[in-house]
């Protein structure tokens, strides 16, 4: 995946090298978000490095893994704050997830 801010990439490369545990598929997924969480509540929800791993999440060829990462995250049950970020991740993508 070419990130294209290296902030961003670098936080990515990181996070990702830490996720051996989770699937290939769901790795860049885990790194995008945490990403996205992080830099959006650092830098605000409009940062050029949060619109830049919304991108990157919102690539069809990620999408499946995206919903992965949502079942996956609720299996210690979803929070309302969790259904309304995976509700707009949804709105926003097109479809649910």
């Known amino acids: 995946m ?3 801010d290296s902030v961003l990439r670098e936080h990515y490369e990181r996070k990702v090298s830490l996720l051996s545990g989770f699937s290939v598929e769901l790795r860049p997924v885990f790194a995008l978000m945490d990403a996205y969480l992080f830099f959006g509540s650092a830098e605000g929800d409009q940062a050029p490095r949060v ?3 919304f991108y990157h999440l ?5 999408l499946p893994a995206l919903r992965q990462y949502f079942r ?9 704050a969790m259904i309304k970020f ?11 997830l």
């Open 51 to 53: 619109r830049e791993a």
């Open 2 to 4: 070419e990130l294209q």
């Open 58 to 62: 919102s690539d069809p060829d990620l």
């Open 86 to 96: 995976r509700e707009k991740f949804s709105e926003i993508v097109g479809e649910p």
């Open 72 to 80: 996956v995250v609720s299996l210690g049950g979803e929070t309302p």
